[in-house]
């Protein structure tokens, strides 16, 4: 499945970070997922525990925090909850809508441990 | 490359980034570095570069999208015995295995590129980038990617195409928008292949399928098509044509766009590498 190259190149992302950062480790990462960006949570979990070996991220911790589904009516202007497979106005029930979240395939966040020589202090 | 160009942030999502600041120190001592960038990022960015070489090229990129054997490859071929004078096409297979589907469309008297992905379900905008070499993009007015069969993984992945179709065959069943939503959601144009056989079965509601395409929210025209009998080809041909027309309208005018699946931020970076 997909869930594969995407962990990957989520992967790829996390190490460059870890690298600018001069991370040794990476311990969490943080992820956002919409039910319609077309990837499964639990499939990608499977896939991270495979992905990961070797990577800065050998032992990280893959947290998915599901977004939920919001749609704008174009007709109407009213925002509503919505549902995978039904995504009309839940004022006037026209369908054309614009999704204002529901599709995102975002990293958040990236915990990690610094190197010692590093004197971690963040001056910023 | 260019993870501060702001090109993931959108309506939806941009209360996420402002509050808070960009470090913050855990209890234990880590550091939490909040990101948020599109997990593909380095596919979505290739696939912009791929968009460039199209558009410099003036030609109109369509890709297709269905489970397998929904009618892809012959909808290709009876589309190029069709127009093969008025435009000069190219094809890039995108199959699991075989050589098959590109030596279908290379009978025609059409250049195909055949990419065989061996265990990936779906192509990559790096794939592409890869068959683009092989090719001569100057003699083309339309380039069809023939995406691998499949109604799932394919959307998560923006090629640089123009356009999105999305083929369901009356095989299928008429609830597939309902069960797929992603992919449906994602296209340009739906194309209900193998009309010829519906006479054959009883429960498939055209209707319905056009009812659950509309409850995603898409205005895409549905098209009732079969590649045996020419139902609705006139259609789904004076579309293309339209089509070819608005791209060539957009270069004159230095634009572009993107297909369906890509949300606002993809656009505003599109934008803002220009
Ligand atoms: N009756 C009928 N059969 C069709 C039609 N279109 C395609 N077929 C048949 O359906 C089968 C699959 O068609 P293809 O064009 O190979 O399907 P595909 O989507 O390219 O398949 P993959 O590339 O393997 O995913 C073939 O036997 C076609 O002849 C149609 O309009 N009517
Ligand atoms: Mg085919
Ligand atoms: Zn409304
Ligand atoms: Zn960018």
């Given at each position: 499945m997909h869930e594969l190259s995407i962990c990957q190149a989520m992967l790829t992302q996390v190490e460059e970070i870890a690298q600018r950062e001069h991370a040794s480790q990476v311990t969490r990462i943080l992820i956002r997922i919409g039910p319609l960006s077309g990837v499964v949570p639990e499939l990608l979990q499977q896939a991270f525990t495979i992905a990961r070996?070797?990577?800065?991220?050998?032992?990280a911790e893959l947290e998915t925090e599901l977004q939920s589904i919001r749609v704008r009516c174009q007709q109407c202007g009213a925002e509503c909850d919505a549902e995978t497979n039904r995504l009309i106005c839940c004022e006037c029930g026209d369908f054309r809508t614009q999704l204002i979240s529901g599709d995102e395939l975002l990293l958040a966040s990236v915990e990690l441990t610094r190197e010692p020589e590093e004197e971690g202090t963040g001056d910023d | 490359m260019c993870d501060t160009c702001g090109c993931n942030i959108t309506d939806g999502n941009r209360h996420l980034i402002e509050e808070g600041g960009k470090h913050a120190h855990t209890d234990d001592g880590s550091v939490a570095v909040e990101v948020l960038q599109n997990l593909l990022n380095a596919n979505d960015h290739q696939a912009a570069h791929n968009r460039e070489h199209f558009d410099r090229h003036q030609l109109l990129t369509i890709n297709l999208m269905s489970s397998p054997g929904s009618g892809k490859t012959r909808l290709l071929e009876t589309t190029i015995d069709t127009i093969k004078k008025r435009y000069r096409m190219g094809v890039i297979e995108g199959d699991l295995e075989t050589e098959n589907d590109a030596q279908r469309i290379r009978q025609k008297g059409v250049e195909a590129v055949q990419i065989t992905t061996g265990t990936a379900c779906h192509l990559d905008a790096h794939m592409i980038h890869h068959a683009l070499h092989q090719m001569n993009l100057d003699e083309l007015d339309i380039l069809f990617i023939e995406n691998v069969g499949n109604l799932v993984c394919p959307a998560s992945f923006d090629l640089g195409q123009h356009l999105n179709i999305t083929l369901l065959s009356v095989?299928?069943?008429?609830d597939k928008p309902a069960k797929y939503p992603v992919i449906f959601r994602a296209a340009d144009h739906v194309l209900i292949t193998k009309s010829d056989l519906l006479v054959m079965?009883?429960?498939?509601n055209t209707e319905k399928a056009e009812q659950a395409v509309r409850h995603l929210a898409v205005e895409a025209p549905v098209t009732l098509i079969s590649a045996k009998n020419g139902e609705g080809f006139e259609t789904w041909l004076t579309w293309l044509d339209e089509q070819v027309q608005k791209q060539a309208e957009r270069r004159a005018k230095g634009e572009t766009t993107n297909p369906k699946l890509q949300t606002e931020g993809i656009h505003m970076h599109a934008q803002d590498t220009r």
């Amino acid at each position: 499945m997909h869930e594969l190259s995407i962990c990957q190149a989520m992967l790829t992302q996390v190490e460059e970070i870890a690298q600018r950062e001069h991370a040794s480790q990476v311990t969490r990462i943080l992820i956002r997922i919409g039910p319609l960006s077309g990837v499964v949570p639990e499939l990608l979990q499977q896939a991270f525990t495979i992905a990961r070996a070797g990577s800065v991220a050998a032992s990280a911790e893959l947290e998915t925090e599901l977004q939920s589904i919001r749609v704008r009516c174009q007709q109407c202007g009213a925002e509503c909850d919505a549902e995978t497979n039904r995504l009309i106005c839940c004022e006037c029930g026209d369908f054309r809508t614009q999704l204002i979240s529901g599709d995102e395939l975002l990293l958040a966040s990236v915990e990690l441990t610094r190197e010692p020589e590093e004197e971690g202090t963040g001056d910023d | 490359m260019c993870d501060t160009c702001g090109c993931n942030i959108t309506d939806g999502n941009r209360h996420l980034i402002e509050e808070g600041g960009k470090h913050a120190h855990t209890d234990d001592g880590s550091v939490a570095v909040e990101v948020l960038q599109n997990l593909l990022n380095a596919n979505d960015h290739q696939a912009a570069h791929n968009r460039e070489h199209f558009d410099r090229h003036q030609l109109l990129t369509i890709n297709l999208m269905s489970s397998p054997g929904s009618g892809k490859t012959r909808l290709l071929e009876t589309t190029i015995d069709t127009i093969k004078k008025r435009y000069r096409m190219g094809v890039i297979e995108g199959d699991l295995e075989t050589e098959n589907d590109a030596q279908r469309i290379r009978q025609k008297g059409v250049e195909a590129v055949q990419i065989t992905t061996g265990t990936a379900c779906h192509l990559d905008a790096h794939m592409i980038h890869h068959a683009l070499h092989q090719m001569n993009l100057d003699e083309l007015d339309i380039l069809f990617i023939e995406n691998v069969g499949n109604l799932v993984c394919p959307a998560s992945f923006d090629l640089g195409q123009h356009l999105n179709i999305t083929l369901l065959s009356v095989t299928e069943g008429d609830d597939k928008p309902a069960k797929y939503p992603v992919i449906f959601r994602a296209a340009d144009h739906v194309l209900i292949t193998k009309s010829d056989l519906l006479v054959m079965l009883d429960d498939f509601n055209t209707e319905k399928a056009e009812q659950a395409v509309r409850h995603l929210a898409v205005e895409a025209p549905v098209t009732l098509i079969s590649a045996k009998n020419g139902e609705g080809f006139e259609t789904w041909l004076t579309w293309l044509d339209e089509q070819v027309q608005k791209q060539a309208e957009r270069r004159a005018k230095g634009e572009t766009t993107n297909p369906k699946l890509q949300t606002e931020g993809i656009h505003m970076h599109a934008q803002d590498t220009r």
